[in-house]
């Protein structure tokens, strides 16, 4: 077991599900894996992209997605990987494919950084997340399909609403500018995770 938790760096997300037994936390954050959470998350990122793809390719720009695609890969397996990723306790993990409620399958790139992000990185995430969403805007209004347009940012909208709402209110990645974690619920798990809680100059 204690190897184990050294290879986790301590992190008791990756610890055995019986170490949650009398947890207080359990069942208020989402500090466990859950495939439910994660169809969630797609479901709800689909609600958008679907829309946006559709009309893309109706309105004759569907080659320009193939760039959209480019830059999703290189936004979230490089980019948000590290500005946002590595700093969750999901990235503390062994091995080197991220298992997580959000990424689940990406190839873990950097290191795991237990310090909360830094000014710049969050940032760096609102102009990637803007480039992201925004990404097949103009070339619907180009297309002159103003519906799908219409209909892929309601999806954009529900998707921010609801990930914040019930999501981002559990989430464990408590740096993360979405984040909306109680302080009571932060504190007590980087009281429980001690290389967490020293970096982030918390006693613990």
């Not at 980019?79 to 494919?97: F, K, M, N, Q, T």
């Not at 180009?142 to 799908?148: E, H, K, N, P, S």
């Not at 007590?188 to 001690?194: G, Q, S």
Request: proline share 5%; net charge positive.
């Amino acid at each position: 077991m204690a190897e184990r938790e050294i290879r986790h760096h301590g992190i008791c997300t990756w610890q055995p599900a019986s170490a949650c037994e009398g947890c207080p936390l359990s069942g208020r954050l989402k500090c466990r894996f859950d495939w439910g959470a994660l169809l969630h998350f797609i479901a709800l990122f689909f609600g958008f992209a679907i829309p946006a793809i559709i009309g893309a390719i109706q309105g004759g720009y569907g080659w320009y997605l193939l760039g959209w695609a480019a830059y999703s890969l290189i936004f979230f397996e490089l980019w948000e990987g590290r500005i946002l990723c590595s700093h969750c306790p999901y990235y503390a993990e062994d091995g080197r494919v991220l298992h997580c409620i959000a990424n689940y399958g990406l190839f873990k790139v950097w290191r795991f950084h237990p310090e909360p992000m830094s000014k710049a990185e969050k940032a760096q995430l609102w102009v990637g997340l803007s480039i992201l969403m925004g990404f097949p805007f103009p070339f619907l209004l180009l297309g002159r399909q103003f519906a799908w347009a219409l209909v892929s940012l309601w999806g954009a909208g529900l998707f921010f609403w609801t990930l914040r709402r019930y999501t981002c209110s559990q989430c464990v990645n408590f740096s993360c500018p979405l984040n909306t974690v109680p302080q009571e619920l932060v504190d007590e798990y980087l009281r429980r995770n001690p290389v967490m809680g020293k970096a982030w100059g918390k006693a613990v």
